[in-house]
């Protein structure tokens, strides 16, 4: 099995994505002051951060806007009001949700938008649709990636019928996610590889969405990163949905290339995300999310049970066992 | 790369440790009520657990008996109050510390006493006085470990000499014991691989006991077992020392064999370990881990930085330069 490099190597093909708005709005309905996304704009260029992403591009005739905050939406009046022109050289990024999303109605043309790549996150089962929302981002000048979730419970027939559409649609890179955490690194290896053998010869890239239910969030990473995917994704202080995702301060305190700082990343967590927390905002790992993982479900269950307070985690497991 | 199985492969060579008290009792000076420690022993039988460190074999004339509980020493009357004769398939074990265990004075002939199992814990530079305790106690009787601590430090020629001392002498294992928390998965495999070199051809095996200040214990534990070590250590709770350990939950809901079962483990944290952090013992990752460990230091900085409830991460960062 080759590897692109050990702990030493520096890999120029290497760019870290900040989800800590996107993913840990799942957290908060997105309601992040704009204090707080500003500080983390300014925090992510410092840190030498490649990509930002700003939230979803949900429609609003589905999703009522009084319920969400901001980032749910991402309109460029927004999205402006923090980054300006961003005159700057790290790159903005929304999420695209399949069936969730209007990209015809709300997709500006890229010329008047701040916005510097769409991400369609797609179930294995809604592969046309997301390569035609692919197709439509990048006919109006975006980069755009395909995210395709859930991988866990996916087939690896159907995994590897969509990396051959993939391979010939106009992506950057296809993103291994592991929206249950029930990988570990053994298979994040092997899926690296496989994910690879259709992107390379493309002239695409693989990336990696890790979640921490078994703590394997940033060990996936850099096992995903050393076989060779070069988009890695991570959240300050692991802000994300029910166990949360890899730590921007973990990775960044990993990676070798001297062009990432991690000091940014730790002034914002003690001055912006320990407040998030203080306020009562749950997330990161915890038992429950370990046995959503283990039994590769969905963490619903488990994030019903960290609101509830609940602690009876023995009955808990076994009640899972009616959802498998 | 030749490893031992994967992810469907059940392992007769496993034995799962449990290290709750003895790692544990660093964070609360060993005073775990005996209710604590009986319920642990329960759990521990029904769950498969394979051995129990019941504490260290600690020299009175060094510690103030009062300063800390009874399994910093495991007496022998201290050990028979919970678990009796021990008629049980699950083996105890206690940790003797090289320069702070007076073997001679505390160690009983095997047949008086319920312990099975000497761990020895040395520093790489104290090897000789460890080879010594092994011998000593190997001929009162019991099973013996030596466990080489802070290998992150260690130099390969070393380890190496060690490792060929350790093959001639009548251990059953020799453990990978990163104490700062400072190893990635891809440095554990290549140590598992250099000690199981020296170990397999004796006829002895090789342990791993990780602590998880960069969110590595689990990983790096199932690392070194895929790689073919079978003695892998863990505690309820991850509770141990700073960042704490390989989680005993994370780990039996890993492991294939059907011996083991999580349910007692998980009944157990729910009713007795939550009730320690209620009660305000801290413990478990955090940032100030990430730093020691990421920096190849021992914890005790980061130890005192959660005692005193500091939260400036950023300069903590940039004080451990000066202690580099």
Known sequence: MERKGNLMTYRPDIQVFDATIRDGGLVNSFFFT???????????????VDYMEMGYLADTDIFKVEDFGDWKFCKEDSLRRIVGDNPTDMKLSVMADVGRTNLQRDLLPKEESV??????????????????????????????????????KANTPDIQEALTL????????????????????????????MYLEYMEPAGKQVGIHAHDNQKMAFANTIEACSMGASLLDATVGS????????????????????????????????EYTLKL?????????DVQYLLTGKMNLHPSSAIAFTKEDRKDYSNFYHQLFDLD
């Open 34 to 48: 704009d204090e707080f996304v500003k500080a983390l704009y300014l925090a992510n260029i410092r840190a030498g």
């Open 115 to 152: 916005i510097d790549m769409v991400r369609v996150a797609t179930y294995i089962n809604t592969m046309p649709a997301a390569i035609d929302m692919i197709e439509y981002a990048s006919s109006l000048g975006y980069e755009t990636t395909c995210n395709i979730m859930a991988i866990s």
């Open 166 to 193: 993939l391979a010939d649609s106009p992506i950057k890179a296809v993103y291994i996610v592991d929206s249950y955490g029930a990988l570990f690194p053994e298979q994040i290896q092997q899926l690296t590889k």
């Open 239 to 270: 802000m994300g949905r029910g166990a949360g995702n890899c730590g921007m301060e973990l990775l960044l305190g990993f990676l070798k290339n001297p062009k990432y700082n991690i000091t940014p990343i730790l002034r914002f967590y003690e």
């Open 277 to 285: 927390k203080e306020e009562g905002l749950k997330w990161g790992y």
